[in-house]
């Protein structure tokens, strides 16, 4: 069994905390410690789920009962955090994005090839059941070719201060289309991006990926009141498609619609075959307990994660070329 530490009990990282905490009382890890610089956040988080609380994280580094931990403080510290656990024995689960900058990912995978420990990264849509439920479906032919896919994250909020929507945002996307595709890179990523509160923060990001012809758009913003909480991701085939709100975990949405071809006299046309909608129930399950869980199976059987952290340094990498793509106003191909 697992002892587990948290680094980092902000708005994200009181979920890891929350989840770890349900883990523990149901008997899947032995013990959560917390830590976070800030010791009131800390104390009443520990307060709440009677849990030890730190500050300091090296006293978690030093720890014989924590076996691994979550890092859920801000993006530019991951990386010195990720490699002191790593190199004192730790195994790592770290939140997306993995980095700020490609070169540091690329040093944190080799420091968990050199030491043998598990780098998972918190890339949680992989982790979603109907995401799961989709990828499956896609892989047995169900959809049959695929011709378009999309992707909305919008919402209205107070922009980070930290990153703009492509690292906080565009990383998911970047990833899944990747994942949904097959594909370790899209061919090319073009992209544009609109600054509107802050110079070098931006709030609004179109993202183009090129597969092989097939297009995936993904629209991130934190700028818009017009939808609500909006996250949503369609996949259209030449068979089917297939429509996910990522914020429903048990639904996937399916549009029994196609578009054929007939031949008339050697003439084609295409017209539209529409066999209705459904919506395939799944058992709900929690994104983020899955993949907490998912990471604690990768620790305890040394197994790869479905997001390691190659996995990680790709959706860095396609973060930079977007906004180096927004940039210059050119595609960047891979
Ligand atoms: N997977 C997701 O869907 C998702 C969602 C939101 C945020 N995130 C990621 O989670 C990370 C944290 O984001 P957030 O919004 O929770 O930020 P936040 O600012 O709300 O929280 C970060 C916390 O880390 C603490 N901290 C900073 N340095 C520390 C250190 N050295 N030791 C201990 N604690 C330290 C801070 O005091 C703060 O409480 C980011 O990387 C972000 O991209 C992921």
Same mark, same amino acid.
């Given at each position: 069994m697992t002892g587990i530490g948290v680094i980092g009990t902000g708005y994200w990282g009181k979920n890891h905390v929350r989840t770890y905490s349900e883990l523990a009382n149901e008997g899947t890890i032995d013990d959560v410690k917390i830590c976070d610089i800030n010791e009131k956040r800390a104390r009443e988080l520990g307060n709440a789920f009677n849990i030890d609380h730190l500050t300091d994280y090296k006293k978690l580094i030093h720890?014989?009962?924590?076996d691994a931990v979550s890092i859920v403080t801000?993006?530019?510290?991951?990386y010195q955090l990720a490699k002191e656990f790593m190199e004192a024995g730790k195994d790592v689960l770290v939140?997306? *994005?993995?980095?700020? $900058?490609s070169g540091e990912a690329e040093k944190l995978v080799q420091i968990s090839r050199d030491t043998g420990q598990i780098l998972m990264v918190g890339h949680i849509f992989r982790h979603h059941p109907a995401v799961k439920e989709l990828k499956h479906r896609i892989e047995i032919g169900e959809?049959?070719?695929?011709?378009l896919i999309s992707s909305n994250r919008l919402s209205f909020g107070?922009?980070?201060?930290?990153?703009?929507?492509?690292?906080?945002?565009?990383i998911h996307e970047v990833d899944m289309f990747c994942y949904l595709m097959d594909r370790?890179?899209?061919d090319s990523i073009l992209a544009t991006v609109g600054y509107s509160?802050? *110079?070098?923060?931006? $709030?609004t990001a179109m993202i183009t990926m090129d597969f092989a012809g097939t297009k995936g758009y993904a629209f991130e913003s934190w700028?818009?009141?017009?939808?609500?909480?909006q996250r949503d991701l369609v996949v259209v085939g030449s068979e089917k498609t297939a429509k996910i709100?990522?914020?429903?975990?048990q639904e996937l949405q399916i549009l029994d619609i196609r578009i054929a071809e007939e031949d008339f006299d050697g003439n084609t046309s295409f017209l539209v075959e529409n066999e209705g909608s459904y919506i395939v129930p799944i058992p709900y399950a929690e994104p983020l307990k899955e993949e907490l869980r998912h990471f604690i199976h990768c620790v305890e059987n040394r197994t790869i994660p479905i997001s390691d952290g190659t996995i990680g340094l790709r959706a860095v990498r396609m973060a930079e070329a977007t906004l180096e793509s927004a940039r210059n106003w050119s595609a960047v191909m891979f």
């Open positions: 720890d014989p009962k924590i801000p993006s530019l510290t991951h939140e997306k *994005p993995m980095t700020m $900058d959809f049959g070719t695929i011709r107070a922009p980070r201060k930290d990153m703009g929507v492509v690292y906080a945002l565009g370790e890179y899209p509160m802050q *110079p070098d923060i931006e $709030d700028l818009m009141p017009a939808y609500g909480k709100d990522y914020l429903k975990p």
